[in-house]
Each structure stands twice: as C-alpha cells, then as structure tokens.
C-alpha cells in the first residue's frame, strides 16, 4: 500500500508495483529526457512509465509532463512528441499541449537559431479530466458591449449571434502558455539548487490548482528535488512520490522538511 506525504527511494515502476489501480489524480512531473543531464546515470523507459500511470491514474485523473528537446548532429531530437506518442497509446488523450516559457533562459550559443525558451508541457488525461478549476486575468475591455465585426464583405466574423450584445466578462481564462522565471527566483528554498533541473515552484501551484482540488492525490514519478510535494502539500492535497537517486531524496526531504505536519514527518518524506 502506498503511504501518502512518502518519497520512495526507488524507480518508480517499482512504485507503481506498489499502488492499486486508479489510485492517483494528478501526476505533475518532468522526466529526464535525452540524457541532458547526468542524473548519477539513470535512464527510463517512457512506454512502460506510460502504461504504468495509466493503470494508477483515476478515470478522469491527468498527466501533467514537462519535457523539451535536446538538438543533437543539427536536428531537435523530438523526444517530447515521440512521449506524447507513448502516452496516447497507451491509452491517454492528449488533452492540451501546454507550453511553459521562460523568462530568464539560461544563456546558450544555439548557432543559427532563436534563443530555446521554452518546454512543452503536455496534460494527458484518461477520458476528459474530471476537474478544471482554470486560472483567470482580468480582461481590458469588461464591461462593454461584444460586437458583430465584418472580416470580409462575405459575412459576420467568429462571434455567434447569441454573443452578441452581451457584456463581456470582468475575468478570462490564460492562454496555455505560462510564463516562468528560472534560475535562483524560481524556488523559495536554497536547498532546491542542489538538483540541477527543478522547474518552478509557480508552475506546480498553477497546475496543482488546476486540475486537482484539496484531498486529492497528487503523484510525481520523478520527484527531484521535492518542487511537486512541496506545492501539493502547501495546497492542502495528499501527495507521494518517487525519486531513484538517494542524494536527490536528502535534498528534497531537507527540502520539505519544514512544511510538514508531524504524521508526514513520520512518513519519512
Ligand atoms: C528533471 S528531474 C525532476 C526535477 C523536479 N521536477 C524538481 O523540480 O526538482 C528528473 C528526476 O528523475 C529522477 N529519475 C530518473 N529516472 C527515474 C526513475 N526511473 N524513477 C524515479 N526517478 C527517476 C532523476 O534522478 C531526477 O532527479
């Protein structure tokens, strides 16, 4: 059985040997692709961590996947689409292709190319999520009356006659681009910076709260430094999580060790 506010120091497919079917809400996490980085030498098999989350993930439960691309002999590798491909087939929908932007991009000589600024951050979902609690912004023209435009002399634009004359609304969802500082803004706690690739604390919480609501059981297959139990427990839902490296699971247990209650504590998270 599987013990929430836990980090197993272990692959996780180990872990999911651990927990029944349907057990999970939200899977928030971001793999290591491409040999980017050397995690003290693992790999991972993305069919099989597919089809794992699958079997653990609720109906209506969500993967949220950040992964970008390494380029390699001139050409992007596109690991993250050859992913998107794993998680479909093994049976998630590919709900929204999201992208997460970042502000501050590490500096890079990408030759004859724009600065890389950005991972995908793909949902997949089995079945149609369950939960969408989307985040808003004011929109600049509330208050005033929608409009029928012309875009030719052929017809009306893309408003429907039912929208029109209607007030427009104070509140809009964002768009699914989410732009993030990195680097030594994007965590609150020193230790973190002791994983070489976390992502922002910001982009857990706005995903968290997206998708999931308070109780629910937020997983993270890699768990780094901690940045998803972190936010998920600060958001007031369960959580667990594995992590293969031993040395990344002293960070994030330092890490989080604060934020704990007792009975979590006692979990050895
Ligand atoms: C991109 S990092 C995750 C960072 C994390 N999102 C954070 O904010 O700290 C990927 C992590 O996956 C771990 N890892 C690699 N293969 C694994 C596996 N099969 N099972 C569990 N963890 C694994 C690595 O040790 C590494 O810490």
């Not at 997460?100 to 500096?107: E, F, G, H, L, V």
Request: proline share 5%; charged share 25%.
């Amino acid at each position: 059985m599987i013990q929430f506010g836990k980090i197993y120091t272990e692959n996780c497919i180990e872990t999911f040997r651990r927990m029944p079917d349907d057990l999970i809400d939200m899977t928030l996490t971001s793999p290591p692709y491409d040999d980017l980085r050397d995690y003290n030498g693992y790999h991972f098999p993305v069919e099989e961590i597919a089809a794992g989350l699958y079997a653990k993930t609720k109906p209506g439960g969500v993967v949220i996947w950040v992964v970008g691309d390494r380029t390699h002999n001139g050409s992007e590798t596109l690991s993250s689409f050859s992913h998107a491909f794993a998680f479909r087939d093994a049976g998630f929908k590919v709900h929204d292709t999201m992208i997460y932007a970042k502000n501050n991009p590490i500096p890079s000589d990408c030759g004859k190319r724009y600065r890389q600024c950005f991972e995908y951050m793909f949902c997949f979902s089995k079945g149609q999520p369950k939960t969408f609690n989307p985040l808003t912004e004011p929109t600049k023209s509330a208050g005033q009356k929608i409009k029928a435009f012309r875009i030719t002399g052929a017809g009306r634009g893309n408003v429907p006659d039912e929208d029109i004359g209607r007030e427009i609304k104070t509140e809009r969802k964002l768009s699914n681009i989410f732009s993030y500082n990195v680097g030594t803004s994007s965590a609150k706690d020193k230790i973190a910076f002791e994983h070489p690739a976390i992502f922002p604390e910001q982009l857990a919480e706005d995903q968290i709260r997206t998708w999931t609501n308070e109780g629910d059981v937020v997983y993270d297959c890699f768990m780094g430094s901690g940045t998803t139990a972190k936010a998920a427990n600060l958001l007031g839902r369960r959580w667990f999580g594995s992590e293969i490296s031993k040395e990344y699971v002293r960070i994030a247990k330092e890490r989080l060790r604060q934020y704990l209650r007792g009975d979590e504590k006692a979990a050895g998270a």
